[in-house]
């Protein structure tokens, strides 16, 4: 079907993966091409809190993976890409595959690691419209790669764009089969687990997933809801003013599932008392209902956010809110929750991990301070954000109380070592999850560290 930027993530993706160079024969077409890539080390620990301290656990993991890209030149328009991911664990120690201490996020089916060619595609260009068809990434409002892990998700899509108009892109895309990336492997949708299904189903990925439909691309409606559907249509019309202002909207035909439309504006300006700040104010609305053969049943979700702050010189501060429309006592904990079962994740309130404000009722708000140290020598951005959520009754996942997540993020580019990013990522949750009937609670502490070389 998760910033604000002037064209949208998939637009950029899109057009900046067509070669600028031509070739004039097929033999230069490859001898010409480009190889690139990322080699990545992900460690993460999570400490779980609940209200019985004895239940205490931490849960770590380390891996060392990431892709190998090649893309040929272009000949006469027509050029072709794939690439190759790869997570490994280590240190991980015996029993892995039923071992609760060991973080999945970073891995594959049973905690092992695993390989995938995760890119395969054919791309045509004529003057102001590119089509780029076949396994490849796509980063749109509501489907997405979350590459938040260790292996992004990953699509099978068909997708044209034009820029003919001024100022504009159209975009019209039809999706097929999702690849789910190690990220969503935090989530599990079993029906076994009603609670987990919805909060899997809000949070970007699928509501039946046992944790095991990492690493293959299947059908959009199978990895979603279980049922074969015809996949996921998407037409989307993106326009840019100028630097301060531009807007977004896209639609989402899942067929037989759910239609949803996303719609984003956003506003920047001078201020008139000082021309070093910049205030900006943005804002999204999301509405999905059911279509078709309706498989998941009663489906009308409405959501809505908005955004404002300001930017001066190196430092950013914004405040954000957002909220979703409420269940009744005798519907279903999906009829009013905001379904994203694909990925993409562009709510302003959502924390690192917690994405409570797609659930039903949610009333969520966001504040969050951001400082770029480039000017004092150091290649290196700091940001701190905390995040509330008013849970409202018949969410169902947790009782109506509020929770909470907090968190830094740290990245350092070394000048020593080009290309290479450093990264510190932590989130703290309060009352992740309350038990509805007995009022137990989760919570838990969170670090992570990331090292990316590109090349």
């Known amino acids: 079907m998760k910033k604000k930027l002037l064209l949208s993530s998939l637009t950029i993706g899109l057009l900046s993966s067509v070669n600028v160079y031509a070739v004039e024969d097929l033999s230069a077409m490859f001898s010409e091409g480009k190889a690139s890539g990322q080699i990545r080390e992900f460690s993460i620990s999570r400490a779980y809190k609940y209200t019985d301290s004895s239940k205490d656990y931490t849960r770590t993991a380390n891996a060392v993976g990431g892709y190998l890209k090649y893309e040929t030149a272009s000949l006469e328009g027509l050029s072709l890409g794939t690439a190759f991911y790869t997570t490994n664990g280590f240190g991980l120690g015996g029993n892995k595959a039923i071992n609760k201490e060991v973080d999945h996020t970073l891995l594959g089916k049973d905690n092992e690691g695993y390989s995938i060619l995760g890119e395969a595609y054919l791309q045509y260009k004529y003057g102001n419209t590119t089509f780029k068809g076949g396994r490849q990434k796509l980063d749109t ?11 992004p998700n990953l699509f099978e899509a068909y997708v044209l764009s034009n820029t003919d108009i001024t100022n504009t892109t159209l975009l019209l895309a039809h999706v097929t089969k999702f690849a789910q990336g190690t990220f969503g492997r935090v989530y599990s949708g079993s029906p076994e687990s009603p609670t987990n299904q919805i909060l899997a189903a809000t949070s970007g990925y699928s509501a039946v997933d046992d944790q095991n439909q990492v ?29 301060n202002m531009n807007m977004q909207l896209w639609d989402y ?31 999204q609305a999301i509405k999905e209902n059911e279509i078709g053969d309706k498989l998941l049943g009663k489906v009308e979700g409405m959501y809505w956010g908005a955004k404002f702050g300001a930017d001066i010189e190196n430092f950013q501060a914004y405040l954000a809110y957002s909220q979703a429309d409420e269940n009744g006592a005798t519907e279903a904990s999906t009829q009013n929750a905001i379904i994203t079962p694909w990925g ?5 309130t959502q924390g ?14 966001k504040i969050a301070l951001a400082y770029n140290w480039k000017g004092f020598g150091p290649d290196l951005a700091t940001s701190v954000y905390y995040t509330n959520f008013e849970m409202a ?3 169902g996942y947790t009782a109506d109380e509020d929770a ?5 993020d740290v990245i350092y580019k070394p000048e020593l070592v080009q290309n290479l990013s450093l ?9 992740y999850n309350v038990n509805i009937t007995s009022k137990n609670t989760i919570s838990w502490d969170e670090y992570r560290f990331i090292a990316n070389y590109n090349f």
Request: proline residues 3%; charged residues 20%; aromatic residues 14%.
């Open 253 to 283: 035909y899942a067929y037989d599932i759910l239609n949803a439309m996303y719609g984003e504006i956003n506003f920047k300006w001078n201020c008139l008392l000082s021309d070093t700040v910049h205030p900006f104010f943005s804002a």
């Open 352 to 365: 690192m991990v917690t994405r409570h404000q797609f659930l039903a009722g949610t009333k969520a708000s």
């Open 404 to 408: 909470s997540e907090s968190g830094f």
């Open 344 to 348: 993409g994740m562009p709510a302003y």
């Open 141 to 151: 409002p509501l489907a997405g790669t979350d590459d938040a892990r260790m292996i």
């Open 215 to 243: 690493g293959d691309f299947v059908n959009m409606g199978n990895y979603a809801i279980g049922k074969t559907t015809d996949g996921v249509t998407a037409g989307a019309v993106i326009y840019k003013l100028n630097d």
């Open 423 to 431: 990264r510190v990522r932590a989130n703290f949750t309060t009352d």
């Open 393 to 395: 009754k018949y969410n």
